[in-house]
């Protein structure tokens, strides 16, 4: 799987945009993004996945560069909740049963 | 919204007892997966394990740990005989695809 690069610490002001950005630069065409957040030692939650479009769901947006060299996770409106180290991390296709392999991740703080 | 199912929330366990760490998945999930976390370290995969069998595990895997599921619905790690560095936050996950659903986690406590 490649490695990722992420930013270790990010702050936010609460009701902001908060865009994490990571970096891929050796992802391969058949490896995937994925973002799962963890919040206080609580298991970690999927947040979203993608390939090379944008993708969108209820809970964020990833946005995908064209060459597929880095990413970012979008929380459109953050809130004291969001407050967790988020984790990208690059997996071969959709492989059901394999690993997730979690870096350090970045602490994401939203503040009031 | 379904949600997987850690049970006991914390484990105090002298050094070399065995110890089941219980999980229920997601019902209609085939996929199920242990990882680990030792306190202020990074979440760690152990084994993944579908149609009663293990898909893959990882070093840390070793002789004294087993998968099980042993009915329907539960889904167990076994630690036989405990060690000081086993203390950690253990998380279940299962899945229906590429998404993995994490559960609570059971906090080990090795004496």
């Known amino acids: 799987d490649a490695k990722t690069t992420q930013p270790p610490s990010m702050d936010c002001a609460e009701g902001r945009a908060a865009n994490l950005p990571c970096n891929h630069s050796?992802?391969?065409?058949?490896?995937?993004v994925y973002w799962y957040r963890q919040i206080h030692s609580q298991g970690p939650q999927y947040i979203i996945h993608?390939?090379?479009n944008n993708e969108t769901n209820e809970m964020a947006s990833l946005i995908i560069t064209e060459d597929r060299k880095s990413s970012t996770l979008i929380l459109p409106h953050a809130t004291l909740r969001d407050t967790a180290v988020y984790y990208c991390?690059?997996?071969?296709?959709?492989?059901?049963?394999?690993?997730?392999?979690f870096g350090e991740g970045t602490q994401l703080t939203v503040n009031p | 919204e379904p949600e997987v199912t850690q049970t006991p929330s914390h484990q105090v366990t002298q050094m070399g007892q065995e110890v089941i760490l219980r999980c229920v998945p997601i019902?209609?999930?085939?996929?199920f997966y242990w990882y680990r976390q030792i306190l202020g370290q990074k979440v760690e995969f152990l084994v993944s394990?579908?149609?009663?069998?293990?898909?893959?595990k990882s070093e840390i895997f070793d002789d004294q740990f087993s998968v099980e599921r042993p009915d329907g619905s539960n889904f167990t790690l076994k630690i036989r005989s405990t060690k000081l560095e086993d203390s950690a936050m253990y998380f279940c996950?299962?899945?229906?695809?590429?998404?993995?659903?994490f559960g609570p986690g059971t906090r080990l406590t090795v004496l």
């Open positions: 996950a299962s899945s229906p695809g590429p998404e993995q659903f």
């Open positions: 050796t992802i391969s065409g058949n490896e995937y």
């Open positions: 993608g390939l090379k």
């Open positions: 991390i690059v997996r071969v296709g959709v492989v059901r049963g394999s690993r997730l392999t």
């Open positions: 019902s209609n999930h085939l996929y």
């Open positions: 394990f579908y149609n009663n069998e293990i898909s893959e």
